[in-house]
C-alpha cells in the first residue's frame, strides 16, 4: 500500500494478541476460559494485547519499521486482526481500517502529512450502534450502492450481524446491515468476505466464509456447530440483499470451519471464483458456474503504475458503462489474511460496452481512459489517459 | 433370657437418653433458653453421634443464631443420616448465608429430589443459578418449573431471559412464540418475541408484536424503545423519534433510548438537538460510555474533531471503568460435584 505517494509500498500489520503457554490458564480454568458455560481456549479479553505495525519501503527495496513516527503505535490495547488500506474519505490518500476483535474497530485517516488519527468512534465504524465492542474477523471494500464511494462490510462473531458501512459521505459512516436485509445469520462466526459482483449484474454481492473457533461445541451438541457453510448475498439493489446461499450449489452449502477466502476469476471465464482455507482441512476452491449460462458481461482492469507503485495497489478505479457508474479498489490484502486477484473484475450487465475508464493513481494523479467492449482486460499504465 | 433383657436395656439406653435429651433441648430453645438448649443437643450428640434430631435441631438453632459456620457441618451430618427435604433446603440456606452458592445450589438439588414439584424451590434455585451466571442450569430448572407450572406466564419469561443469558438463542425464541400464544394480552410476551424477531432480522413482524406490545402497556418502556430503534436501523429517521420520546418520558435515563434518538435526530440534520440529548442523558447515566461515543460522532460531523475525540476518550475511559455497563454477564458451566 501506498501510503505517502511517493512510489514505495508500505505494509501495515498486525498481531492479534500476546498468547504464552506458560501463563494463560488451561480451558474453564478462569473467566475468559469459558463460552456460553463451556470451558474453552482463553482468550482474547484477560490475555495481553496485540499490537499494529507499519513497514515503510525503503527505497533499497528493504522495509523499516516505521509504526512510531506516523501515530498508529500510539493507540493501545486492541485485539485487531485485519488491516485494509483504502482511501475510505475520498481525499485521495490511503486510510487503514482495523477490524478488531472485542475492542473498538480502528480507522486511521491519513493525515497528508506523513502521520496517521485514530477516527473509527468518530466516523462510526468502531462499535456497533449500541456502543457494543465486536467479534471483528474479516473485511470487504466496495461500493455496493454505486454513489462512489467506499463501503466496508465487517464479519462477526456469531450472536451478531456483519456490519454493511455504508460510506455517507467524507468518510462517516452508517451501518445499514438491517436496511440491507443482512442481519438474517447470527448463527455464523464470519471470517472471510468481499463485495463482489459475482453474477456480472454490474451490483456488488457480497461472499462470506464462516467457522467457529470452538471445536468443542461439537462435543458439546450445542445447536452452534464448528464447521459452518457459507453465504452469498445477492445486491438487489436500491441498498438491499438477499441471501441466495441455498440457491447457490454444493460448494455454499458445505459445511467447513472457513478463515480465508481469496477472489479471482481462477479460470478466467469472465466470472469471480473464490479459493477458501479451512481449519485442519485442504483449502475449497469453488467455481463460479455463471459463466456457461449467463448473459451478463463484464470487463477486467489491470493497473501498471510508474509514478506510483508498479502494481498500483491504493488505485481506485471508476467505470461508466450502461449508464451506471461503478467503482472499485485495487487493495493489497482484505477478507481474511487473504489477497485477491489484482486484476478488477466489473460486471456489466446488459452493457455492451464500457464508455470510459478513470484511474486515480496511488501518486494522487486521476487519468481517463477510452473504454472498450465487454468482455476484455483493459492493461493500463499510468500516464497513458487523459489527465 | 433375664441376660438377653438387660442387653436390649443396655442398647437402647443411650439411644433413648440421647433422644430424651434432644427433646429436652428442644423444649429449652422454644422456653428460649438458648444456652440450656444448646447444652442438651450436645449431649445427646455425643451419646449418638448420628441423632439425627439432635443434630437437626442443634444446627436450625445455630443458623437461626447467625452461627452459620458451626451450623453448616451439623445440618451436613443430618443429611447424611437422614436425608430429606426439610434438611436439605436449610442447608441450602445455610450456605446461602455463607456466602456458599455451589453448596447452596447443591443443597437445594438434594432437596428438589425429595419434592420434584415443588415450585417455589426451583424458582429460588433458579436465581441462585442465575446470580451464579450459570445460565444453562438457571434455564434448565426453569424448563422443569414450566412443565410443573405451564400457566405461569412470569415463569415463562424468567426462562426466556435465562436462554437468552445462556446465549441458547433458539430455546429462547421457542419459548418467546410459546408465551405469545398463551399469554396474548402480556405486553412481556410479545415484546420478548418482538425482540427476538429483531435479533432474527425480521423487521416487518418484530415492529408488528413490539407495536402490540406498545399498545398493551403504554407504561412499558422497552417496546417503545426497540420499537424506535429498529426504526432508526431501517433509517425511518422522522418516525423514530416518537416512540424514542415515549420511552424516555417513561425511563428519562434509559440511555439506548437516548442514543438511538440522537442518532436520528443527527441523521435529520438536528445536530444541536441531538448534542443536548446526549448531554442530558450523560448526566442521568453518568457511567455509560454510550451518550460519549454517539457525542463524538456528532461532533466529528460539526467538523470539531477535537470535541469528537475528547468525547470519545470520555467514552473508552467509561467503558474501562465500568465494564459491566456495557458487557453482558458470560454464562459458565456449574462445576462438578466434589
Known sequence: MNFWKQGLVSVPDTSYQQFDPATTPPPGKASNCEWKGMPVFCGPRGLPFGSATLYHQRADATFEDVTKAPGIGTVQGFYAFTPVAADLNGDGWVDIYFASNSTPSMLFRNQKNGTFREI??????????????????????????RDGLLDIVKTNFSGDH??????????????AV?????????????????LVDLDNDGWQDIFQVNGHVYLELDKAGRSETYTQPRLV????????????SAMAGAGLAARHSSRGAVFADFDNDGDIDVAVMNMGEPPSLLRNGLAAGSTARWIKVTLEGVTSNRSAIGALVTIEAGGARQTLPRLGQSSFLSQNELRLHFGLGAAEAVDSVTVRWPSGATEVFAGCAAGATLVLKEGSGRR | MILAAAIVLALLMPQSTADSL????????????????????????????????????????LHRSRAEAEAAPL???????????????????????????EDTIRAWQAALKFQPRNLKLMQVLSVE??????????AAVLREALA????EENLYLLAIKAYQDAGEEAEAAQLAAQAVECFPRSARAQFEYGFYLQKRGSTAPALEFLRKAMELDPRYEEPFFFYGDLLVKQSEWKPALAPLRQALAIRPEYSPASVALARALMNLGKLDEAVAELEQAAKLDPKNAQPWMMSSQIYFRMGQEEKASAAKETSVRLRRENPSVLEAAQARPFPAVR
Open chain 2, 75 to 101: 445440618l451436613d451430618r443430618a443429611a447424611a443420616v437422614q436425608p430429606g427435604y426439610q434438611v436439605h433446603f436449610v442447608r441450602g440456606l445455610n450456605f446461602q448465608k455463607l456466602e456458599r452458592r
Open chain 2, 129 to 138: 443459578f442465575s446470580q451464579g451466571r450459570y445460565f444453562h442450569e438457571t
Open chain 1, 120 to 145: 473509527g468512534t468518530e466516523t462510526g465504524v468502531a462499535l456497533n450502534e449500541h456502543g457494543f465492542e465486536q467479534g471483528g474477523n474479516g473485511v470487504g471494500v466496495g461500493d455496493y450502492n
Open chain 2, 22 to 61: 434432644a427433646e429436652q433441648g428442644l423444649a429449652a430453645a422454644q422456653q428460649g433458653d438458648g444456652a440450656g438448649s444448646a447444652r442438651r443437643w450436645q449431649q445427646a450428640i455425643a451419646m449418638n453421634p448420628r441423632h439425627y434430631a439432635a443434630l437437626f435441631n442443634y444446627g436450625v438453632y
Open chain 1, 162 to 175: 456483519p456490519n454493511l458501512y455504508r460510506n455517507t459521505g467524507g468518510g462517516i459512516f452508517e451501518d
Open chain 1, 178 to 194: 438491517l436496511s440491507a436485509g443482512l442481519a438474517i445469520n447470527p448463527q455464523f462466526v464470519g471470517w472471510g468476505v468481499a
Open chain 2, 148 to 151: 410443573v407450572a405451564p400457566g
Open chain 1, 233 to 244: 448475498y445477492r445486491n438487489l439493489g436500491g441498498g438491499k440483499f438477499e441471501d441466495v
